[in-house]
């Protein structure tokens, strides 16, 4: 149905910049819009930031608004996560996820992607 393959994590130093990638294929996975989640060690799953393929609609959390940039590249069936001025609790497992809107909110499906790590040095 859907595969997804994050890739791009690293570790960097506080203030510096990653973009993560998130590779999508399988015949259904446009007809889903993407999202970028992340947990860090002990803490739940939370979700960062999320957009359709048409770009009609783009989210983010709180939390990462202004430093964190969603887009995507249909061509290459590609969605990106651009993370500027990285923080030490930016810190954590990030994963890509094929989900809905609904409601004003995203809700991912039961597609998920391996997770790429990010580590965010002081």
């Known amino acids: 149905q859907v595969q997804l393959v994050e890739s791009g994590g690293g570790l960097v130093q506080a203030g510096g910049s990653l973009r993560l990638a998130c590779a999508a294929s399988?015949?259904?996975?446009?007809?889903?819009?993407m999202g970028w989640f992340r947990q860090a060690p002990g803490k739940e799953r939370e979700f960062v930031a999320a957009?359709?393929?048409?770009?009609?609609?783009?989210s983010y959390a709180a939390s990462v608004k202004g430093r964190f940039t969603i887009s995507k590249d249909n061509a290459k069936n590609t969605v990106y996560l651009q993370i500027n001025s990285l923080k030490p609790e930016d810190t954590a497992v990030y994963y890509c996820?094929?989900?809905?809107?609904?409601?004003?909110?995203?809700?991912?499906?039961?597609?998920w992607g391996q997770g790429t790590q990010v580590t965010v040095s002081s």
């Open positions: 996820a094929a989900g809905t809107y609904f409601g004003g909110s995203y809700y991912p499906s039961n597609y």
């Open positions: 399988g015949r259904s996975f446009s007809s889903y819009a």
């Open positions: 957009m359709t393929w048409s770009g009609s609609m783009t």
